[in-house]
C-alpha cells in the first residue's frame, strides 16, 4: 500500500480544546514558521488553535524543528504535511478543512505580529457582520537588497483599513485574512491557480459576490521582502495566473496593471517590456521610483504574454 499523501500530529493540547473561537492557519514551503508560531503561543488569548501545513517535497530538517515546536506548544496545535507540493491554494483549503473554529485567520509563514494581534482578532470577528475582514500589513524595515521591494508595498499594498475600504475587494491579501469557516467552504481557493501570484486576488472578488468583504486596521508586518532579482523571479510565474484571473473576473481588466499589460500586448512589446524593466528594476543608480516602475513594467510584459 502506497504511503499516505499528508501525515497529521497533533500536540497534547489539542483534544482538550474541542471548541476554538479562532483556527490560525499558516501555510509554508521551505520558509520557517517557528517564530511567527512562537508569538502566537506566547500572545494567545483562549480558544485559539492553530494549524501548520508543510507544502512538501518537506525539508527534513525544518519540518522536525516545526513537529518539536508543536509538540512543546501548550495552545492547541497540529501539523499537516504533505508528501507532495499542493500549491498555495490547495494547502490553504487543505488547512480550512482540519480547522474547527467559526473563523478562519490565515497567516503567511513569515508574518510578525504584535502582542495584542490575536486579541484584536478575537474582538473583531464577534463584533463584524461581514464575511471576511482583511487586516493589512506593514513591510519589515528593509535591507539595503530589499528596499525596492519595500517601496513597491508602499506604493501598492500598505493602506488603512479606510483606505483599503475605498478599494474594494481588489485590496485583499491572503497574509492576514479572517473568514468566517461557513462563508469559506462556500467559496474555497481556486486550486487552478499554479505557481505563484493572484490567486488571493481571485478568492475575494470571487468571495464579494457572495459575502460582504471589509477591512479593519489589525496589521501583521511582512518579514518576507524579497530583492529584485527575487521578485522578478516571482513575477516570472505569474503570467498564466494572472490570465486565468482576468479569464474569470473580466472586470479586473478596468485595473492600471491591467490596462498596462494590455497596452505592452496591443504594441507586442512583452519582450521588450521585460528586458526593459528587468533592466530599469535592477540598476541601482537609478532612483528607487523608477526601479520600482521597472518592476511593474517587467510583470506588465509577463502578463501581457500570457493574454
Not at 501555510?27 to 480558544?47: H, M, N, Q, S
Not at 473576473?249 to 500586448?265: E, F, T
Given at each position: 500500500?502506497?504511503?499516505?499523501?499528508?501525515?497529521?500530529?497533533?500536540?497534547?493540547?489539542?483534544?482538550?480544546?474541542?471548541?476554538?473561537?479562532?483556527?490560525?492557519?499558516?501555510?509554508?514551503?521551505?520558509?520557517?514558521?517557528?517564530?511567527?508560531?512562537?508569538?502566537?503561543?506566547?500572545?494567545?488569548?483562549?480558544?485559539?488553535?492553530?494549524?501548520?501545513?508543510?507544502?512538501?517535497?518537506?525539508?527534513?530538517?525544518?519540518?522536525?524543528?516545526?513537529?518539536?515546536?508543536?509538540?512543546?506548544?501548550?495552545?492547541?496545535?497540529?501539523?499537516?504535511?504533505?508528501?507532495?507540493?499542493?500549491?498555495?491554494?490547495?494547502?490553504?483549503?487543505?488547512l480550512a478543512s482540519a480547522?474547527?473554529?467559526?473563523?478562519?485567520?490565515?497567516?503567511d509563514a513569515d508574518m510578525?505580529?504584535?502582542?495584542?494581534?490575536?486579541?484584536?482578532?478575537?474582538?473583531?470577528?464577534?463584533?463584524?457582520?461581514?464575511?471576511?475582514?482583511?487586516?493589512?500589513?506593514?513591510?519589515?524595515?528593509?535591507?539595503?537588497?530589499?528596499?525596492?521591494?519595500?517601496?513597491?508595498?508602499?506604493?501598492?499594498?500598505?493602506?488603512?483599513?479606510?483606505?483599503?475600504?475605498?478599494?474594494?475587494?481588489?485590496?485583499?491579501?491572503?497574509?492576514?485574512?479572517?473568514?468566517?469557516a461557513d462563508a469559506f467552504?462556500?467559496?474555497?481557493?481556486?486550486?487552478?491557480?499554479?505557481?505563484?501570484?493572484?490567486?488571493?486576488?481571485?478568492?475575494?472578488?470571487?468571495?464579494?459576490?457572495?459575502?460582504?468583504?471589509?477591512?479593519?486596521?489589525?496589521?501583521?508586518?511582512?518579514?518576507?521582502?524579497?530583492?529584485?532579482?527575487?521578485?522578478?523571479?516571482?513575477?516570472?510565474?505569474?503570467?498564466?495566473?494572472?490570465?486565468?484571473?482576468?479569464?474569470?473576473?473580466?472586470?479586473?481588466?478596468?485595473?492600471?496593471?491591467?490596462?498596462?499589460?494590455?497596452?505592452?500586448?496591443?504594441?507586442?512589446?512583452?519582450?521588450?517590456?521585460?528586458?526593459?524593466?528587468?533592466?530599469?528594476?535592477?540598476?541601482?543608480?537609478?532612483?528607487?521610483?523608477?526601479?520600482?516602475?521597472?518592476?511593474?513594467?517587467?510583470?506588465?510584459?509577463?502578463?501581457?504574454?500570457?493574454?
Amino acid at each position: 500500500m502506497s504511503a499516505p499523501i499528508t501525515q497529521i500530529q497533533t500536540n497534547a493540547a489539542w483534544d482538550s480544546c474541542n471548541t476554538p473561537r479562532l483556527s490560525v492557519l499558516i501555510p509554508f514551503y521551505r520558509d520557517a514558521p517557528i517564530d511567527l508560531l512562537e508569538a502566537i503561543a506566547v500572545t494567545c488569548p483562549d480558544g485559539v488553535e492553530a494549524i501548520l501545513f508543510d507544502d512538501g517535497v518537506p525539508d527534513v530538517t525544518l519540518n522536525a524543528d516545526v513537529s518539536e515546536a508543536i509538540a512543546g506548544l501548550t495552545i492547541p496545535a497540529q501539523l499537516i504535511t504533505s508528501r507532495i507540493n499542493r500549491g498555495r491554494s490547495a494547502a490553504r483549503n487543505r488547512l480550512a478543512s482540519a480547522a474547527r473554529a467559526p473563523w478562519l485567520l490565515f497567516l503567511d509563514a513569515d508574518m510578525e505580529i504584535s502582542p495584542e494581534f490575536l486579541t484584536r482578532w478575537i474582538t473583531f470577528t464577534q463584533t463584524t457582520r461581514a464575511g471576511a475582514l482583511f487586516g493589512g500589513f506593514e513591510p519589515s524595515e528593509p535591507r539595503r537588497c530589499t528596499r525596492v521591494h519595500a517601496a513597491l508595498a508602499e506604493q501598492s499594498d500598505v493602506h488603512s483599513a479606510r483606505e483599503r475600504e475605498a478599494l474594494g475587494a481588489v485590496a485583499i491579501c491572503s497574509s492576514n485574512l479572517a473568514v468566517r469557516a461557513d462563508a469559506f467552504s462556500q467559496t474555497p481557493f481556486d486550486e487552478g491557480f499554479e505557481g505563484w501570484g493572484w490567486e488571493d486576488v481571485d478568492w475575494a472578488l470571487s468571495a464579494s459576490a457572495h459575502i460582504e468583504v471589509s477591512h479593519v486596521d489589525n496589521p501583521a508586518r511582512h518579514d518576507g521582502l524579497e530583492t529584485v532579482d527575487g521578485l522578478l523571479a516571482k513575477f516570472s510565474q505569474s503570467g498564466p495566473n494572472f490570465a486565468r484571473l482576468l479569464s474569470r473576473h473580466p472586470d479586473y481588466a478596468q485595473r492600471p496593471g491591467a490596462k498596462l499589460a494590455s497596452i505592452v500586448k496591443a504594441w507586442r512589446v512583452a519582450p521588450l517590456a521585460r528586458m526593459t524593466g528587468a533592466f530599469a528594476a535592477r540598476f541601482a543608480a537609478l532612483p528607487i521610483t523608477i526601479r520600482v516602475l521597472g518592476l511593474k513594467l517587467y510583470r506588465a510584459g509577463v502578463a501581457a504574454e500570457a493574454l
